[in-house]
């Protein structure tokens, strides 16, 4: 492994049991509880709470510029205030002895004017708007990036990826799937660019991959992830061979040398879907040189043996971990889980389905 942090998986045991500073990482989970795109002092005990001595928390997706935003309520990274805002969130991981990787993305075409500078269209690989299966009516037209026009979306990427260290995480997680503007690039069934961005494989894999290299080449290959969705097809973003598209992204990745790769598991395809299939991340595990992260859908169980059976170094839990601040705890126990409300994950309330999941000490009691 490439990096000093503390993330490196144990030798599985005869009876594995999971260890909380080791294999239970805290996905990136969107919250929409940061108010004109700057994160908010009730963010300080929500990332405490998940924490553990040693334990891995990647961050909910922040925002690399103004063009970058799409949902209400979304932190950002590209101003001072928002850096400032996110040192205190930081510190408080830091202080319970956590890893704290920035997960930073741009939403693409999943926007709409309301949310873009001066009302401009949001941009992508493509000028063809979402329309099935989608409220049609949230997003707008989006604007195709010319070859151009690329470097300064790159740019914005290395910038970000800067003012994270500035407020004082570890790392960051590029956000390379679930449809957002780097998947826009990577899928066929999208991007219909001409140029050097478009067509082949290769060349819809560059602009993920200048993304990298301008980041590694920033803060260094040691504190840079990324996370990658090759089989999944959130908003019209499928892949006519996610295989190949996967497997070609994990050995791209070797050359950089970066820290880790995460990936989404092929039974989840959609949002809330999930179901058994043929199709293995193993592959792509086996050609990644660094630490492989795996998430979708798993339970204490299924993290286990994937990391008893050498398919990922780690496993990263969402909805398991937002309604259990204490799930490495849990696991550790085999302790009985809280459940999660779904209705909660994205309302603007402070509290209410944010910080107030009990502790197994205080169901207990």
């Not at 939403?107 to 299966?133: C, E, M, Y």
């Not at 500035?166 to 990577?186: D, K, M, N, R, T």
């Not at 790769?261 to 879907?273: A, Y």
């Not at 043996?305 to 696991?331: I, K, Q, S, T």
Request: with cysteine.
């Amino acid at each position: 492994m490439r990096s000093s942090y503390d993330i490196y998986p144990h030798p599985a045991s005869p009876n594995p049991i999971l260890e909380p500073p080791v294999l239970v990482v805290l996905a990136p989970l969107t919250r929409q509880r940061s108010f004109d795109n700057v994160p908010q002092p009730h963010a300080i005990l929500y990332y405490s709470q998940k924490t553990s001595k040693g334990g891995l928390l990647i961050s909910e997706a922040a925002g690399v510029s103004d063009t970058a935003q799409g949902y209400p309520f979304t932190p950002g990274i590209w101003t001072k205030e928002q850096v400032e805002a996110w040192k205190p969130i930081v510190d408080a991981v830091h202080a319970k002895g956590g890893i704290f990787f920035c997960q930073i993305w741009h939403v693409g075409r999943v926007s709409n004017q309301g949310f873009q500078p001066n009302g401009k269209a949001p941009i992508s690989s493509t000028d063809k708007s979402l329309s099935n299966g989608v409220d049609v009516a949230q997003f707008s037209p989006p604007w195709k990036l010319r070859t151009d026009e690329i470097p300064q979306i790159v740019n914005d990427f290395r910038l970000a990826a800067r003012n994270a260290m500035e407020a004082g995480f570890g790392g960051i997680e590029i956000h390379g799937a679930h449809c957002y503007l780097v998947e826009q690039f990577l899928k066929d069934q999208i991007n219909d660019q001409t140029d050097k961005y478009g067509g082949s494989l290769e060349n819809r894999c560059k602009f993920a991959l200048e993304i990298v290299e301008a980041i590694v080449n920033e803060i260094g290959a040691d504190k840079v992830g990324i996370r990658l969705s090759p089989f999944a097809n959130y908003m019209e973003s499928g892949d006519s061979n996610p295989k190949a598209l996967g497997l070609y992204m994990a050995e791209s990745l070797n050359k950089y040398g970066i820290l880790y790769c995460h990936m989404l598991e092929p039974r989840v395809k959609t949002v809330g879907e999930k179901f058994e299939c043929p199709d293995m991340l193993l592959p792509m595990r086996k050609a990644f040189k660094g630490t492989f992260i795996d998430s979708g859908g798993y339970d204490r169980e299924d993290g286990m043996r994937a990391v008893a059976e050498n398919h990922a170094d780690l496993v990263a839990y969402g909805r398991l971990f937002l309604a259990n601040p204490d799930l490495p705890r849990r696991f550790e126990l085999n302790a009985p889980l809280n459940k999660y409300n779904r209705e909660t994950f994205y309302i603007p309330d402070p509290v209410v389905g944010y910080i107030d999941y009990p502790f197994l000490e205080e169901t207990n009691a």
